[in-house]
């Protein structure tokens, strides 16, 4: 259910930007970027710097962040056709016909779904690395991630596990944070709506500055949004259901929730050809919701009263060497955790028996990994170079379920990866520019601790015969390995009030038996594509796309 209403907005936007060199992390409009630059830039989907994919590919930058007025990160994914608005904060108590994702979504954050295929089959990762989930470490929340942050969002359809590994059956999205921004950005933006209630605040402050031989970033983001009640703006008949005899007093499409957030990021260059570099992302994030509703036959009000803090900690580091021959070695190590504790008061009166209750349900979700990547030109051959990246990398995923300080789900996977990629340009130049024939090759094979391995190859072609004519296809094999909340768990038996015939649509308690299968594998996929890309040459303002 999607809530619509008139709102208020206000904002002031102040920022003082100092003269700075312009890079490839810096202005992302790549229209503008050099060749050299272009040549050094590592787009998602693929481990060789310069080179296109081959499946279909959009890139929002930060100048269309400002010229759409998205505030939030959820807002810019929100707008993508490719995306499916089903985790998201309001999806939660609207959830008939919704997957049981939607329905766990307890503690309502975002999460990317690309082509619907189901959020925990995108795999999101933040400047090329995985990051610790929430909903039982299911998926990563977008909303733990301030915009003030973000430099641009790279979100690519189609398998990727040739070149991440799991999770990438429907696509990768990539959140570039703001690495070389110089100078300082205040925002403070305050929004409500028409009728009342709903308010929402966001504030934020960003500082850069160049160190000569490296580059420093540093900012705070506040943001804050009160309930929006659906009794309150007429959207909720307070009239009984009589279908499941139950009225609904109280929904809050807008819950409370209170967000702090802050964002270190910086490089030293050794010398030209040595550079290291580390980044850090925390996020608190304190969520309230209240529901209250009356069942037939009771003499009470039921409710449900929540409260849920959690903590995102991202931390990288790593360092990149160029060698001779225009080779290049990346070495990054990545530790990520997301921590949720759910208080809940529940009063029930069903009619014919009441329960009230209090307790407190918590998980931890962990993921540390290291990777090394080298890359560059293969020996020239029939006047032809080809690029070439191979890597290794380790991880470690570690989940724990608490329900009143008692261990219920306690689990973890070392995946071991080896992995590489080759470009071979058959026609024409090699870079992004002029007419060109490229092919593309890569596989993956990753090694899990707990159900074996798997290989995933993937293939593709771009093709360039006319100037602003592009022709792309593309084979690819994916997979999505099981959550661990989805091999650890016990089975479990529980009462809920349902629908009976019987009793002419009267609730009655049913037993529900529910668990997950330990033997359960990966979830598998094949993708084919193609597309036609035209951007015609006397109209250099319009391009069309198809796939």
């Given amino acids: 259910m999607r809530v619509t209403s008139?709102?208020?907005?206000?904002?002031?936007?102040?920022?003082?930007?100092?003269?700075?060199?312009?890079?490839?992390?810096?202005?992302?409009?790549?229209?503008?970027?050099?060749?050299?630059?272009?040549?050094?830039?590592?787009?998602?989907?693929?481990?060789?710097?310069?080179r296109d994919v081959p499946v279909p590919m959009t890139i929002v930058t930060r100048q269309e962040f400002e010229a759409a007025g998205f505030l939030r990160l959820q807002d810019v994914f929100e707008a993508l056709p490719q995306n499916?608005?089903?985790?998201?904060?309001?999806?939660?108590?609207?959830?008939?016909?919704?997957?049981?994702?939607?329905?766990?979504?307890?503690?309502?954050?975002?999460?990317a779904d690309l082509r619907g295929l189901g959020a925990q089959s995108t795999l999101t990762l933040v400047n090329g690395s995985r990051r610790a989930g929430s909903i039982d470490g299911r998926v990563v929340d977008l909303s733990a991630i301030p915009l003030s942050f973000v430099e641009r969002v790279e979100v690519v359809t189609g398998g990727r596990s040739a070149v991440y590994g799991a999770d990438a059956v429907a696509g990768v999205v990539n959140v570039v944070t703001r690495r070389e921004f110089t100078g300082a950005e205040s925002q403070l933006h305050f929004g409500q709506a028409a009728?009342?209630?709903?308010?929402?605040?966001?504030?934020?402050?960003?500082?850069?500055?160049?160190?000569?031989?490296?580059?420093?970033?540093?900012?705070?983001?506040?943001?804050?949004?009160?309930?929006?009640?659906?009794?309150?703006?007429?959207?909720?008949s307070l009239a009984e259901n009589p279908e499941i005899g139950l009225a609904q007093l109280?929904?809050?499409?807008?819950?409370?929730?209170?967000?702090?957030?802050?964002y270190a990021s910086g490089r030293y260059s050794l010398s030209d050809r040595l550079e290291f570099h580390a980044e850090g992302l925390y996020t608190n994030r304190e969520f309230e919701d209240f529901e209250l509703r009356r069942f037939s036959g009771a003499t009470q009000d039921s409710f449900t009263s929540t409260t849920s803090p959690s903590e995102h900690l991202d931390l990288t580091a790593g360092a990149r060497a160029e060698f001779g021959g225009d080779w290049t070695l990346d070495v990054t190590g990545d530790w990520s955790e997301v921590e949720t504790e759910r208080a809940t008061s529940l009063f029930a009166d069903l009619g014919f028996i009441t329960i009230d209750r209090d307790f407190v349900a918590s998980d931890e979700a962990a993921i540390s990994s290291f990777s090394t990547v080298l890359d560059g030109p293969l020996p020239e051959v029939a006047g032809r170079t080809a690029r070439a990246a191979a890597g290794v990398e380790w991880r470690k995923e570690d989940y724990a379920n608490?329900?009143?300080?008692?261990?219920?789900?306690?689990?973890?996977?070392?995946?071991?990866?080896?992995?590489?990629?080759?470009?071979?340009?058959l026609l024409g130049g090699a870079g992004r520019e002029g007419r060109r024939l490229e092919l593309s090759l890569a596989g993956r094979y990753d090694d899990y601790s707990d159900f074996g391995g798997t290989f995933n190859p993937q293939a593709g072609f771009i093709w360039i015969p006319a100037?602003?004519?592009?022709?792309?296809?593309?084979?690819?094999?994916?997979?999505?390995?099981?959550?661990?909340?989805?091999?650890?768990?016990?089975?479990?038996?529980?009462?809920?009030?349902?629908?009976?015939?019987?009793?002419?649509?009267?609730?009655?308690?049913?037993?529900?038996?529910?668990?997950?299968?330990?033997?359960?594998?990966?979830?598998?996929?094949?993708?084919?594509?193609f597309g036609v890309d035209f951007e015609p040459e006397f109209a250099t303002w319009a391009s069309f796309s198809l796939s």
């Fill in 6 to 50: 008139k709102v208020a907005i206000f904002l002031i936007g102040i920022g003082y930007v100092l003269p700075a060199v312009v890079s490839a992390d810096d202005r992302v409009d790549l229209l503008e970027l050099s060749i050299e630059e272009l040549g050094k830039l590592v787009v998602t989907g693929t481990r060789i710097p310069g």
């Fill in 84 to 111: 499916f608005d089903e985790v998201t904060p309001d999806g939660r108590f609207a959830n008939e016909g919704g997957s049981l994702l939607r329905g766990l979504n307890n503690t309502r954050v975002t999460a």
């Fill in 195 to 236: 009728d009342g209630g709903g308010e929402r605040f966001q504030a934020s402050q960003l500082f850069g500055g160049d160190l000569g031989r490296g580059h420093v970033v540093a900012g705070y983001d506040f943001g804050r949004t009160w309930p929006l009640d659906l009794a309150d703006v007429g959207l909720l």
């Fill in 250 to 262: 109280s929904l809050n499409a807008q819950a409370d929730v209170q967000r702090h957030s802050g």
């Fill in 402 to 425: 608490f329900f009143d300080g008692i261990a219920e789900e306690n689990a973890d996977r070392i995946v071991r990866s080896v992995f590489a990629e080759l470009s071979i340009p």
């Fill in 467 to 529: 100037e602003g004519l592009t022709l792309r296809g593309a084979y690819s094999a994916a997979f999505r390995a099981p959550a661990l909340a989805e091999l650890d768990s016990d089975t479990e038996a529980f009462l809920e009030p349902a629908e009976d015939p019987a009793l002419g649509g009267a609730p009655a308690p049913v037993l529900f038996i529910q668990g997950d299968d330990p033997a359960l594998g990966p979830e598998e996929a094949e993708t084919w594509s």
